[in-house]
């Protein structure tokens, strides 16, 4: 399985924008980029995915590196909601398959200052 | 929204027990999955289905079994409990491979 790299944790104030990155230098060509975060005591939450191009939802966008090498999830502002761990992931769409399993990293801790 | 409910939050066994973790979604997914989760070792894929009566095993499936009879209902088992099998276990559901997953809330398990 592909392998993605984030920062251990990150910090922000509430209210400003938080840029997350992350680095998959081996991202194959079918691979889809998720990210998901997970609140304490609480299971993993879907954010936002991509394939190329930049993505946008109502809880972040997705920058996505013209190479594909790397990807920025972008809060646009912080609240003290967003506190939690945030995963980038890999998941591959090859061999015609559905399930496309993910596999998860460490991720990064962010937390929130008021 | 898919909803991904997982039969128990919390849950004590004893040593040697069968013990059954269900999970049920309600959007007509084809995939499902079951992980655990370990301080220090992440989320970790135990086993997962694409089909009904399929299965597929994940990166740690020693120690536990499943079973999909229906779409919706995906049944981790642990066949002897072991205190090693004291974890959070989280069920998650998917459709397309260019859709997200959805996650139940978790059952925390601890084998006595």
């Known amino acids: 399985d592909a392998k993605t790299t984030q920062p251990n944790s990150m910090e922000s104030n509430e209210e400003e924008p938080v840029h997350l990155p992350c680095n998959h230098s081996t991202i194959s060509g079918t691979d889809y980029i998720h990210w998901y975060r997970q609140l304490p005591s609480q299971g993993p939450e879907y954010v936002i995915h991509?394939?190329?191009s930049n993505v946008n939802n109502r809880m972040a966008s997705l920058a996505i590196a013209e190479d594909r090498k790397s990807s920025t999830l972008i809060l646009h502002r912080a609240t003290l909601r967003d506190a939690a761990v945030y995963y980038c992931?890999?998941?591959?769409?090859?061999?015609?398959?559905?399930?496309?399993?993910?596999?998860f990293g460490q991720g990064t801790i962010l937390t929130v200052h008021p | 929204d898919v909803k991904v409910t997982q039969s128990s939050r919390y849950l004590v066994k004893r040593t040697g027990e069968k013990v059954f973790l269900e999970c049920v979604q309600d959007?007509?997914?084809?995939?499902m999955f079951w992980y655990r989760q370990d301080p220090g070792l992440g989320l970790r894929l135990i086993y997962f289905s694409y089909d009904v009566k399929m299965k597929e095993k994940g990166d740690i499936p020693e120690g536990y079994s499943v079973s999909r009879e229906k779409k919706e209902r995906f049944s981790l088992i642990l066949e002897s409990a072991s205190t090693n099998q004291t974890s959070m276990y989280l069920c998650?559901?998917?459709?397309?491979?260019?859709?997200?997953?959805?996650f139940g809330s978790g059952t925390r398990l601890t084998v006595v």
């Open positions: 959007m007509d997914h084809e995939n």
């Open positions: 998650a559901s998917s459709d397309r491979v260019d859709r997200g997953y959805t």
């Open positions: 992931i890999l998941r591959d769409r090859a061999g015609g398959t559905s399930y496309g399993k993910l596999t």
């Open positions: 991509g394939l190329t």
